[in-house]
Protein backbone atom coordinates (compact mmCIF):
# COMPACT_ATOMS: atom_id res chain seq x y z
CA UNK A 1 0.00 0.00 0.00
CA UNK A 2 0.72 3.48 -1.02
CA UNK A 3 2.33 5.92 1.72
CA UNK A 4 0.31 8.60 1.90
CA UNK A 5 1.27 12.34 3.31
CA UNK A 6 -0.54 15.62 3.92
CA UNK A 7 1.41 18.66 3.46
CA UNK A 8 0.15 22.18 4.56
CA UNK A 9 2.10 25.34 3.12
CA UNK A 10 1.43 27.89 5.41
CA UNK A 11 1.12 31.76 3.95
CA UNK A 12 4.61 32.06 5.57
CA UNK A 13 6.01 30.21 3.65
CA UNK A 14 4.63 31.58 0.36
CA UNK A 15 4.36 34.99 0.99
CA UNK A 16 7.35 37.60 1.02
CA UNK A 17 7.97 40.28 3.57
CA UNK A 18 6.24 42.74 1.04
CA UNK A 19 3.27 40.63 1.10
CA UNK A 20 3.55 39.10 -2.47
CA UNK A 21 3.49 35.51 -3.70
CA UNK A 22 7.23 34.30 -3.40
CA UNK A 23 7.16 32.11 -6.70
CA UNK A 24 10.94 31.16 -6.17
CA UNK A 25 10.07 29.31 -2.98
CA UNK A 26 6.72 27.83 -4.57
CA UNK A 27 8.72 26.49 -7.46
CA UNK A 28 11.14 24.77 -5.24
CA UNK A 29 8.50 22.74 -2.93
CA UNK A 30 6.42 21.80 -6.20
CA UNK A 31 10.13 20.71 -7.55
CA UNK A 32 10.38 18.63 -3.35
CA UNK A 33 6.11 17.24 -4.23
CA UNK A 34 6.86 15.80 -7.68
CA UNK A 35 10.18 13.82 -6.13
CA UNK A 36 8.24 12.53 -3.16
CA UNK A 37 5.43 11.43 -6.08
CA UNK A 38 8.31 9.43 -7.98
CA UNK A 39 9.04 7.30 -4.72
CA UNK A 40 5.36 6.47 -4.74
CA UNK A 41 3.86 8.22 -2.72
CA UNK A 42 0.64 9.82 -2.37
CA UNK A 43 0.49 13.63 -1.85
CA UNK A 44 -1.92 15.64 -0.45
CA UNK A 45 -1.56 19.31 -0.43
CA UNK A 46 -3.24 22.03 1.77
CA UNK A 47 -1.86 25.81 0.94
CA UNK A 48 -2.60 28.62 2.07
CA UNK A 49 -1.51 32.02 -0.04
CA UNK A 50 -5.03 32.79 -1.61
CA UNK A 51 -5.95 35.13 0.49
CA UNK A 52 -2.20 37.15 0.61
CA UNK A 53 -2.79 36.34 -3.22
CA UNK A 54 -5.42 38.49 -3.75
CA UNK A 55 -4.74 41.19 -1.36
CA UNK A 56 -1.60 42.39 -3.61
CA UNK A 57 -3.44 41.72 -6.97
CA UNK A 58 -6.42 44.52 -6.51
CA UNK A 59 -6.08 47.79 -4.89
CA UNK A 60 -9.54 48.31 -3.20
CA UNK A 61 -9.99 52.31 -3.19
CA UNK A 62 -13.17 51.59 -0.64
CA UNK A 63 -13.56 50.30 2.82
CA UNK A 64 -14.37 46.56 3.50
CA UNK A 65 -15.69 44.74 6.23
CA UNK A 66 -13.35 41.83 7.57
CA UNK A 67 -15.50 39.40 5.72
CA UNK A 68 -16.08 41.26 2.51
CA UNK A 69 -12.35 41.38 2.64
CA UNK A 70 -11.83 37.82 2.63
CA UNK A 71 -14.39 36.69 0.20
CA UNK A 72 -13.36 39.52 -2.33
CA UNK A 73 -8.98 38.55 -1.78
CA UNK A 74 -9.99 34.68 -1.97
CA UNK A 75 -11.60 34.76 -4.49
CA UNK A 76 -9.40 36.71 -6.58
CA UNK A 77 -6.36 35.13 -5.02
CA UNK A 78 -7.23 30.92 -5.59
CA UNK A 79 -7.26 31.61 -9.48
CA UNK A 80 -3.83 33.22 -9.25
CA UNK A 81 -2.54 30.59 -6.95
CA UNK A 82 -4.13 28.12 -8.41
CA UNK A 83 -3.24 28.69 -12.01
CA UNK A 84 0.45 28.76 -11.07
CA UNK A 85 0.58 24.92 -9.15
CA UNK A 86 -0.74 24.18 -12.35
CA UNK A 87 1.66 25.61 -14.42
CA UNK A 88 4.73 24.26 -11.95
CA UNK A 89 3.23 21.16 -11.83
CA UNK A 90 2.54 20.40 -15.37
CA UNK A 91 6.56 20.80 -16.09
CA UNK A 92 6.42 17.15 -14.11
CA UNK A 93 3.26 16.01 -15.85
CA UNK A 94 1.75 16.24 -12.83
CA UNK A 95 -2.56 17.20 -13.12
CA UNK A 96 -3.68 18.94 -9.99
CA UNK A 97 -7.31 19.34 -8.77
CA UNK A 98 -8.73 22.02 -6.89
CA UNK A 99 -10.77 20.79 -3.60
CA UNK A 100 -12.68 23.53 -1.76
CA UNK A 101 -13.90 22.99 1.57
CA UNK A 102 -15.88 24.05 4.56
CA UNK A 103 -16.22 23.40 8.44
CA UNK A 104 -19.15 21.66 7.53
CA UNK A 105 -18.05 18.97 5.08
CA UNK A 106 -16.19 17.08 7.90
CA UNK A 107 -19.54 16.54 10.03
CA UNK A 108 -20.45 13.09 9.61
CA UNK A 109 -22.85 12.01 6.47
CA UNK A 110 -23.57 12.80 2.87
CA UNK A 111 -21.15 15.73 2.56
CA UNK A 112 -18.02 14.20 4.69
CA UNK A 113 -18.37 10.73 2.09
CA UNK A 114 -18.65 12.65 -0.81
CA UNK A 115 -15.33 14.82 -0.32
CA UNK A 116 -13.81 11.93 0.49
CA UNK A 117 -14.52 9.87 -2.31
CA UNK A 118 -14.04 12.77 -4.22
CA UNK A 119 -10.26 13.07 -3.35
CA UNK A 120 -9.78 9.22 -3.12
CA UNK A 121 -10.86 9.28 -6.68
CA UNK A 122 -8.42 11.76 -7.62
CA UNK A 123 -5.57 10.20 -5.99
CA UNK A 124 -6.42 7.01 -7.36
CA UNK A 125 -6.29 8.57 -11.06
CA UNK A 126 -2.77 10.23 -9.97
CA UNK A 127 -4.21 13.41 -9.42
CA UNK A 128 -2.82 15.88 -7.22
CA UNK A 129 -5.51 17.35 -4.80
CA UNK A 130 -4.60 21.03 -3.33
CA UNK A 131 -7.09 21.95 -1.14
CA UNK A 132 -8.09 25.58 0.54
CA UNK A 133 -10.94 26.76 2.71
CA UNK A 134 -14.09 27.98 0.63
CA UNK A 135 -13.69 31.54 1.75
CA UNK A 136 -16.11 33.28 -0.66
CA UNK A 137 -18.95 31.52 0.91
CA UNK A 138 -17.66 30.51 4.81
CA UNK A 139 -18.37 32.84 7.22
CA UNK A 140 -16.64 33.81 10.15
CA UNK A 141 -18.70 31.37 12.51
CA UNK A 142 -18.57 28.07 9.96
CA UNK A 143 -15.02 28.79 9.14
CA UNK A 144 -11.57 26.61 9.72
CA UNK A 145 -9.48 28.06 12.88
CA UNK A 146 -6.85 28.32 10.34
CA UNK A 147 -5.43 25.68 7.54
CA UNK A 148 -3.71 23.86 10.41
CA UNK A 149 -7.22 22.64 11.48
CA UNK A 150 -8.09 22.07 7.90
CA UNK A 151 -5.06 20.13 7.10
CA UNK A 152 -5.49 17.82 10.60
CA UNK A 153 -9.06 16.93 9.45
CA UNK A 154 -7.97 16.24 5.91
CA UNK A 155 -5.26 14.29 7.43
CA UNK A 156 -7.55 12.13 8.97
CA UNK A 157 -10.49 12.03 6.93
CA UNK A 158 -8.06 10.15 4.04
CA UNK A 159 -5.88 7.84 6.84
CA UNK A 160 -3.07 9.48 5.77
CA UNK A 161 0.29 8.19 7.35
CA UNK A 162 1.62 11.70 7.97
CA UNK A 163 0.98 15.02 8.29
CA UNK A 164 3.81 17.70 7.51
CA UNK A 165 3.16 21.56 9.00
CA UNK A 166 5.45 23.65 7.10
CA UNK A 167 6.05 26.77 8.56
CA UNK A 168 8.59 29.51 8.88
CA UNK A 169 10.42 28.37 11.93
CA UNK A 170 11.89 24.68 12.71
CA UNK A 171 9.25 23.83 14.95
CA UNK A 172 8.43 23.98 18.64
CA UNK A 173 11.38 25.13 20.97
CA UNK A 174 11.72 25.51 24.93
CA UNK A 175 11.12 29.12 24.44
CA UNK A 176 11.36 31.76 21.77
CA UNK A 177 12.79 30.74 19.07
CA UNK A 178 15.05 33.89 18.52
CA UNK A 179 16.03 33.25 22.48
CA UNK A 180 20.29 32.09 22.44
CA UNK A 181 18.87 29.35 25.41
CA UNK A 182 15.75 27.81 23.48
CA UNK A 183 16.52 24.39 22.37
CA UNK A 184 13.98 22.93 19.21
CA UNK A 185 12.02 19.95 20.47
CA UNK A 186 12.75 17.18 18.60
CA UNK A 187 10.46 14.34 19.83
CA UNK A 188 6.87 14.68 21.57
CA UNK A 189 5.65 11.56 22.52
CA UNK A 190 1.63 10.81 22.69
CA UNK A 191 0.00 12.56 26.36
CA UNK A 192 3.15 14.85 26.71
CA UNK A 193 2.25 18.42 27.43
CA UNK A 194 3.67 21.56 25.93
CA UNK A 195 2.02 24.38 26.55
CA UNK A 196 3.91 26.00 28.44
CA UNK A 197 6.25 26.48 25.39
CA UNK A 198 4.07 27.71 23.31
CA UNK A 199 3.55 31.49 21.91
CA UNK A 200 -0.02 32.76 21.55
CA UNK A 201 0.83 35.18 18.93
CA UNK A 202 -0.52 34.27 15.06
CA UNK A 203 1.49 34.31 12.01
CA UNK A 204 2.39 37.26 9.87
CA UNK A 205 0.04 36.73 6.63
CA UNK A 206 -1.89 33.64 7.84
CA UNK A 207 -4.78 33.19 10.70
CA UNK A 208 -2.59 30.19 11.99
CA UNK A 209 0.50 30.49 14.75
CA UNK A 210 2.72 27.47 17.11
CA UNK A 211 -0.41 27.30 19.34
CA UNK A 212 -2.70 26.36 16.20
CA UNK A 213 -0.14 23.95 15.04
CA UNK A 214 0.33 22.79 18.62
CA UNK A 215 -3.63 21.77 18.72
CA UNK A 216 -3.60 20.14 15.31
CA UNK A 217 -0.80 17.80 16.16
CA UNK A 218 -2.14 16.89 19.06
CA UNK A 219 -5.26 15.86 17.69
CA UNK A 220 -3.56 14.05 14.71
CA UNK A 221 -1.28 12.00 16.94
CA UNK A 222 -4.29 10.92 19.03
CA UNK A 223 -5.58 9.82 15.87
CA UNK A 224 -2.66 7.31 15.13
CA UNK A 225 -0.61 9.92 12.55
CA UNK A 226 2.57 11.01 12.67
CA UNK A 227 3.27 15.04 12.76
CA UNK A 228 5.73 16.72 11.59
CA UNK A 229 6.23 20.60 12.29
CA UNK A 230 9.22 22.09 10.06
CA UNK A 231 10.80 25.12 8.27
CA UNK A 232 8.99 25.29 4.80
CA UNK A 233 12.09 27.69 4.11
CA UNK A 234 15.17 25.57 4.29
CA UNK A 235 16.30 24.46 1.00
CA UNK A 236 15.10 20.75 0.10
CA UNK A 237 13.25 20.36 3.39
CA UNK A 238 10.42 18.24 1.82
CA UNK A 239 13.07 15.89 0.97
CA UNK A 240 15.15 15.48 3.45
CA UNK A 241 12.33 15.04 5.95
CA UNK A 242 11.42 12.09 3.91
CA UNK A 243 14.64 10.75 1.67
CA UNK A 244 17.29 12.05 3.42
CA UNK A 245 20.15 10.42 5.33
CA UNK A 246 20.96 13.85 7.23
CA UNK A 247 18.78 15.27 10.29
CA UNK A 248 17.21 18.23 9.25
CA UNK A 249 15.65 20.35 12.24
CA UNK A 250 11.88 19.79 12.99
CA UNK A 251 9.42 18.68 15.53
CA UNK A 252 7.96 15.20 15.24
CA UNK A 253 4.92 13.81 16.97
CA UNK A 254 5.01 10.51 17.64
CA UNK A 255 1.55 8.87 16.86
CA UNK A 256 -0.30 7.43 19.08
CA UNK A 257 -0.84 3.54 19.64
CA UNK A 258 -4.26 4.02 20.62
CA UNK A 259 -6.35 5.80 18.53
CA UNK A 260 -8.90 8.33 19.69
CA UNK A 261 -11.45 10.05 16.76
CA UNK A 262 -12.17 13.81 16.84
Known amino acids: ?25 MSALVDQVAWLRSQDIEIILVSSGAVACGRRELQVSHELDSVEQRQLYSALGQVKLVGLYYDLF ?3 GIHVGQVLTMKENFEPGEQFRNQRACMTVMLENGVLPIVNENDTVSVTELMFTDNDELSGLIAQMMDADTLILLSNIDGIYTGHPDAPESELIRRVEPDRDLSSYIQPEKSAFGRGGMHSKYTTAQKVQAAGIRVIIANGERDNILTDLVGSAHDVPHTEFIPSTKKTED
Open 1 to 25: MKRRIVIKIGSNVLTRKDGKLDVTR
Open 90 to 92: REF
